[in-house]
């Protein structure tokens, strides 16, 4: 009976200190453990801002080279890459009849001029002969008064004098007409001229051939590119912006350009446009920096990570951005409020190269917020602050 007294005595005792055991670790360890947080205070700190972006090298300024009407292409006399001067042949559309149409203009025009210097020797013998006449008829009107010649005399004289003044007027219109036909044959030939000028198609710049688009004998439109120009020194980044972080974006920003070429290099450079209209698509805002100096060897379409510098807050209350977190459609932080997390409200102002994130209200300085926990956080949950949440590897 003893022994069998003793025996229930060890086993009660053994069941007490396996449930005690079994409580600890449920709540130490089990579901009913506090969760394991780190935490840090909100503090003022100057908050050095950046924006970030993916960019790709552009040409700043590019020219389409192409005809102002269509036609086939005859040649092309130059080649991607190649160095080219401003009014440099780059190539040329097939005349067809321009050059018939030029011969025959210039023959039309030399004709035109003949005319007009013709009339203008006719104009002067009308002139020369209506002189003469009419002084012959004043003469004889004179010698009529005296009676020396009959009025029948006097009055051919004084029809002479009218049909020559006449003839004159004749000559006159007929050296304006001949050298209205000059002006209009001229204008045709010009504009004829014009024409095969522009079947000729010529650098606006100097600059570099990016892109030779068609080849002898194409049939290309007015308005297509045949060639296609960009002036080396004027190159920029087209940079891609998140629109949720392209606050302060602004032309004149200051910028350092990660070139995939060149790694270990950052060259300098600026903003110089922001585009109005953004990507609807991608929700990103567009902005082009431009290189202080343009290093050697870039190449069009290359990739580079650009950094702009926007003005540092001096004075802001901030906390790590990691303690940001959202309750439905509610943004804020989880305090520690005597060993318990307890969500509040704030309100995210900008956001800093360093991690940290501004608190324009709903905190106060001092304050400890909780910035990582080892499972997800619930009103009320017990936490245990620790330094961090990785496991040191025992020694």
């Known amino acids: 009976m003893k022994s069998f007294t003793r025996r229930n005595l060890i086993l009660a005792a053994f069941a007490a200190a396996f449930l005690v055991a079994f409580g600890w670790i449920i709540a130490t ?13 909100a ?11 993916i960019g790709t090298l552009e040409a700043r300024r590019g020219h389409a080279v192409g005809p102002t009407v269509a036609g086939r292409l005859d040649k092309v006399l130059v080649d991607h890459g190649d160095k080219v001067q401003a009014g440099q042949l780059l190539a040329e559309m097939e005349p067809v009849d321009l050059d018939a149409r030029l011969a025959a203009g210039a023959a039309a025009a030399a004709a035109a001029s003949q005319r007009v210097h013709s009339a203008a020797a006719a104009l002067a013998e009308a002139e020369s002969r209506a002189r003469l006449a009419k002084n012959s008829a004043e003469r004889y009107a004179d010698l009529r008064r005296r009676n020396f010649f009959s009025q029948e005399a006097a009055d051919a004289k004084a029809h002479e004098a009218a049909a020559a003044l006449a003839a004159k007027q004749a000559a006159t219109a007929a050296l304006a007409a001949a050298k209205e036909d000059a002006r209009r044959a001229q204008s045709e030939l010009a504009g004829t001229g014009k024409s095969r000028a522009h079947l000729r198609l010529t650098s606006p710049v100097d600059g570099i051939v990016s892109a030779r688009l068609a080849e002898p004998g194409s049939t290309v439109v007015a308005g297509q590119a045949v060639v296609q120009v960009i002036e080396p020194d004027a190159l920029w980044f087209k940079v891609r912006i998140d629109q949720g972080r392209s606050s302060g974006l602004a032309v004149g920003l200051p910028a350092t350009i990660a070139l995939r070429s060149a790694p270990g290099k950052t060259p300098p450079g600026r903003v110089a446009r922001v585009d109005l209209v953004g990507d609807a698509v991608t929700e990103e805002r567009i902005a082009y920096v431009a290189l202080d100096a343009p290093p050697e060897n870039l190449a069009i379409g290359e990739l580079a990570e650009v950094t702009l510098q926007l003005p540092p807050i001096d004075k802001a209350l901030a906390i790590p951005a990691a303690a940001l977190t959202r309750q439905g459609n509610t943004m804020g932080v989880w305090k520690l409020v005597d060993d318990r997390a307890q969500f509040a409200a704030v309100t995210p102002g900008v956001s800093s190269a360093q991690g940290q994130v501004q608190i324009l209200s709903g905190l106060a300085a001092g304050e400890t917020v909780l910035v990582y926990s080892s499972k997800a956080l619930a009103p009320d949950a017990r936490v245990k602050v620790v330094d961090s949440l990785v496991k040191q590897p025992q020694k």
């Open 29 to 41: 360890q089990g579901p009913l453990a506090p969760i394991s947080v780190t935490m840090a205070k």
């Open 43 to 53: 503090a003022e700190m100057r908050l050095e801002r950046t924006l970030f972006g």
